[in-house]
């Protein structure tokens, strides 16, 4: 959250209600993407890393 906050500090480009809206976003979804990987995840992960994108996209 730090980096958000200076971001919006520094130069206040961003106006008050979209950032206001942007970091409700990031701190609800911090629990759900902020978990230990599985095996499965991982290795899917790993693929991506070897083969290339494209399947993601």
């Known amino acids: 959250m ?3 906050n ?3 500090i520094d130069n206040e ?3 008050k209600n979209a950032f206001d809206k942007l970091k409700k976003l990031f701190l609800n979804c911090f629990p759900y993407i902020s978990r230990e990987q ?3 995840e991982k290795e899917r ?3 991506y890393l070897q083969n290339g994108w494209d ?3």
């Open 6 to 8: 200076g971001m919006n």
């Open 55 to 57: 399947d993601l996209l």
């Open 38 to 40: 599985t095996t499965e």
């Open 13 to 15: 480009k961003l106006e």
């Open 2 to 4: 730090a980096w958000m």
């Open 45 to 47: 992960i790993k693929m």
